[in-house]
Structure formats: structure tokens, C-alpha cells
């Protein structure tokens, strides 16, 4: 069964902290994405990457940085948390081989920057 | 702009259907999916159907797309209280774009 496993479910974080968001695919899916979720806005993209290495800014790139070293794993840096972080962080892949873009999800992070 | 609607919200009983509602803007859209959030988990995909299709049904689920008036329907038969959750409209644009709705609450009442 496919699997996109996120590091954490819940953190709790101080604001002007360092912090890191884990994301590991089994699939070997090239396209890996970071999306955050709000009550009433849906999904927002943040970043994605279509190969190791290979990043491009999403939609709300701001405040956030990413790390794709291996195919399997990307990363999601807040270099310096602000309140307004305060967020549930999905990840997802998918393969730009299928037919069409269907998203596989983690489970999702829930971050509180206080 | 590129733009997915949908309602917040929807209260039905057990055993009656369900119909969540979307529109979309963008008529490039190749693919539109119904994904399903249950709580405290991530998205997991529902269904999808392709943009030259009207109709797509798949067990309690029916799917019905009008492409002239860039409107999206879930038809959930038979609703249950384990239907309950977050239901996402989405469209893909092409390349890596993938257009989210805000979500549609569903509660289903015992």
C-alpha cells in the first residue's frame, strides 16, 4: 500500500525557533508538494519539487524554505517561526507518469508557534 | 483567476443522500477529484473524473460534471455516519497546478 509518512503529527513551537517538517514517500514519486491548510481557505501550496535537488515556489512561498536531497524525502524549513505559521502542514506526492495528478497525502502536521 | 467554490457545510440524516456542490473557473481543467479528509488524517483521494465525461459513478458515489456551467457534483447514496468528514473539490490545471476548494463539512446525523 502507498504510504507519504510525516514526521510529526503535533508540534509545538516559540516563535523566532528553527523548525523542520519531515516527509517520507514510498512510491518513488518524483513530485513531491507541501501544502498548508487553514479553516475556510483550503489547500495553499508552498512548495513543490519534481526531482532531488529541484524545488519551485508554490503559491505562499514566503517564510518557508524546502530540501529535497533524496527522492524519497522533502523537507519543510520555517527559518524562523512566526505566529501566523500557526498551520496544519500536509505532504504529498504523486507520479507525473499516471494519466493525471492524483495527490497522495500524509497524515498531516499540526504546528502551533507560540 | 483560478478558483474552486464550495459550501462549508452540509447537515443530512443517515440514510438519506448526500450532494456536495463546487464550481470552478479555469476551463483548461483536465482531471476534477473529490478528495475525502477524515478527522485528524490527511486527504485521501475519493474519485476523479475526466473533463470530457458528465458522469461517473462508482458504488454509493456518483459523480456528474457540466462543463458549460463549470459545476462539480458528489452524490453520496445511502449516507452513513462514517461518511462523515471534509469534502475537497479539486481541479488540475495541468503541470504541477492543482486547484483545492476551501471544503465542504459533512454531518451526518444518526
Known amino acids: 500500500d502507498v504510504k507519504v509518512t510525516q514526521s510529526s503529527r503535533y508540534l509545538v513551537k516559540r516563535t523566532g525557533e528553527k523548525v523542520f517538517l519531515e516527509c517520507v514517500q514510498d512510491m518513488d514519486h518524483e513530485n513531491m508538494f507541501w501544502y498548508r491548510q487553514d479553516p475556510g481557505l483550503g489547500l495553499r501550496l508552498i512548495y513543490f519539487?519534481?526531482?532531488?535537488?529541484?524545488?519551485e515556489k508554490g503559491d505562499i512561498p514566503e517564510g518557508y524554505s524546502v530540501s529535497r536531497e533524496k527522492k524519497e524525502r522533502f523537507s519543510l524549513i520555517l527559518e524562523s517561526a512566526s505566529t501566523n505559521q500557526t498551520s496544519m502542514y500536509l505532504c504529498?506526492?504523486?507520479?507525473?507518469?499516471?494519466?493525471?495528478?492524483?495527490?497522495?497525502f500524509g497524515s498531516g502536521t499540526q504546528l502551533s508557534v507560540l | 483567476g483560478e478558483d474552486v467554490e464550495q459550501s462549508l457545510f452540509l447537515s443530512v440524516r443517515e440514510g438519506d443522500s448526500s450532494v456536495i456542490n463546487c464550481t470552478y473557473t479555469d476551463s483548461s481543467s483536465t482531471y476534477l477529484y473529490w478528495y475525502k479528509q477524515e478527522p485528524g488524517a490527511g486527504l485521501q483521494l475519493l474519485t476523479y473524473?475526466?473533463?470530457?465525461?458528465d458522469m461517473k459513478q462508482d458504488q454509493r458515489l456518483t459523480v456528474l460534471l457540466n462543463k458549460k456551467d463549470k459545476h462539480l457534483s458528489l452524490r453520496i447514496a445511502d449516507t452513513q455516519t462514517g461518511d462523515s468528514a471534509i469534502y475537497f473539490c479539486?481541479?488540475?490545471?495541468?503541470?504541477?497546478?492543482?486547484?483545492f476548494g476551501a471544503g465542504t463539512r459533512l454531518f451526518v446525523k444518526a
Open positions: 479539486a481541479e488540475w490545471v495541468g503541470g504541477f497546478k492543482t486547484i
Open positions: 519539487s519534481y526531482d532531488v535537488k529541484m524545488k
Open positions: 504529498a506526492s504523486s507520479d507525473p507518469r499516471g494519466q493525471n495528478e492524483k495527490l497522495f
Open positions: 473524473i475526466f473533463s470530457n465525461m
